[in-house]
């Protein structure tokens, strides 16, 4: 990777064309060091490396020729034509157009796609591809109120899609107590704000639990469904189903109405417990307690009386 150099001295700049990987280099200082690798050309102050539409900047960057990589610290931009990327420092692949970002002063590298915010510890961008893997630590939020994380995911930047599958937590925000949702692994489409959580599903609002094989969310419209032995429940009651059609008012889970084969199991305020089946159930929660149960097309009922001590 041999470079011209050529000076621009209206404009106090030293502009160096990079021949090989097709690379323009701008800075005010520079110099040619000695490494175990080989030399290398040391730019310090209003560094610019712009490539096909990428561009990184920094107040030092130190690039190895032979090699084909550069690395960028202290106050990192970078600017593709689809994201902003800001960071402490960047290795950057002339040959694969792949950037190592790393955070250690700033704890996160920051990410941002129009109303998408992704960050992470650490992020491998595939400029080429338009994907970022995170290897630990990723969270990504939206103007919409919801924030998605995660030990380890990545985000397709082109498909908008975000994937998490270690520990994901999909958080859902509006006035009230946030809606919690755990899975094994967690998708989010940017395009409809659509979030599918896959096995082992835990939906959580207050006390009252929604637990399922795989759910659907729409964040912005405060529905989803769920289906796979769905089962809801709370500290005094319980009811179970085929599919699951949820609600999320203010924060919290409103209304569930469950199909197919139903179950629903409850306490009294006296303590009897009712044990109702039927073509479908509607729970009403408030406050994150199973309120009211109604059941369509009942086929049995049941009630147990508690027990009286003598």
């Known amino acids: 990777m041999s470079l011209r ?16 990987f097709g690379a323009d280099i701008y800075a005010r200082k520079m110099e040619i060091v000695k490494t175990p690798t080989g030399p290398a050309t040391v730019f310090r102050d209003s560094v610019a490396i712009i490539e096909d539409g990428t561009v990184l900047v920094s107040r030092q960057a130190v690039i ?4 084909g990589w550069a690395v960028l610290s202290e106050s990192v931009y970078i600017r593709t034509p689809e994201a902003q990327v800001w960071a402490d420092s960047v290795m950057y692949d002339f040959k694969e157009k792949k950037a190592t970002i790393l955070a250690p002063v700033r704890e996160s590298v920051v990410v941002k796609q129009e109303s998408t915010v ?12 338009r994907w970022l893997g995170a290897p630990r630590g990723l969270e990504i939020t939206n103007e919409g109120g919801y924030f998605l994380t995660g030990a380890r995911g990545s985000y397709d930047l082109n498909e908008r899609t975000g994937v998490v599958d270690s520990a994901p937590l999909l958080t859902i925000e509006r006035e009230q ?18 979030a599918r959580a896959e096995g082992q599903v835990r939906v959580q609002s207050a006390a009252s639990s929604l637990l399922c094989d795989t759910a659907i969310f729409f964040p912005n419209r405060d529905s ?6 769905p089962v809801l429940e709370d500290s005094a009651g319980r009811a ?3 599919t699951v059609v949820f609600l999320v008012s203010s924060g919290t889970l409103r209304e569930v109405a469950l199909r197919g084969r139903t179950t629903g199991r409850y306490r009294t305020e006296g303590g009897d417990t009712v044990v109702v089946q039927g073509k479908g159930i509607s729970v009403l929660i408030t406050e994150g307690k199973i309120e009211q149960i109604e059941v369509a097309e009942l086929s049995s009922g049941q ?5 009286v001590k003598r």
Do not use: H
């Not at 190895?64 to 090699?67: F, G, K, L, N």
């Not at 989803?224 to 032995?229: K, L």
């Open 5 to 20: 150099r050529k000076i621009a001295c209206g404009f106090g700049f030293l502009i160096l064309s990079e021949i090989g």
């Open 64 to 67: 190895q020729e032979r090699a």
């Open 118 to 129: 992704i960050r992470a510890p650490q992020v491998d961008y595939l400029i080429g591809r």
């Open 177 to 194: 107590a946030p809606v919690q949702v755990t899975a094994n692994r967690m998708l989010y489409q940017e395009a409809g704000a659509v």
């Open 224 to 229: 989803g469904f769920a289906w796979g032995s």
């Open 240 to 242: 179970e189903g085929d």
């Open 303 to 307: 009630l147990i009386r508690k027990a």
